[in-house]
């Protein structure tokens, strides 16, 4: 599918069905975000991220704490990789809870779980790349 000039592409990285589909939900309702993928885990993620023929988003939301690969381990190997997206950290966790180097790069922002929205994920973007898509 050709993609919209200020079309934003998103991928998710959960091990938990129920906050992919969650997230697909989200992003499905937020007016200029498309969903590209998702993944169960980081190993996953980075293999189909970086195929010749992968998805390629602009916005990737990850999960802290995943069985494998964490998300803090994902975050550096995508950036290790080239990804030029937006890489957010989303846990259930508060952010004063989070590992100390769960803030900085190459992760971009921090997004709570319990407050996925549309707004708050129009918000981590606009936060971080500083234009809204859906004006």
Known sequence: MPRAADEIRVFAIDDHPHVLA????VVAACEGFRSVGAAPDGET????IGADDGPDPDLI????????????ETARALAAGGTEAVLVLM???DRDAL???????????FLPK????????????????????SR
């Open 114 to 133: 319990a407050e996925l929205s549309t707004d708050s994920l129009r918000d981590a973007w606009t936060d971080v790349v500083g234009r809204d898509p």
């Open 45 to 48: 993620a980075i293999d189909l």
């Open 22 to 25: 969650s997230v697909e939900l």
């Open 91 to 93: 846990s259930t966790a």
């Open 61 to 72: 939301l990850i999960d802290l704490h995943m069985p494998g690969r964490n998300g803090l």
């Open 99 to 109: 590992p100390e180097d769960a803030l900085g790069p190459p992760l971009h922002a």
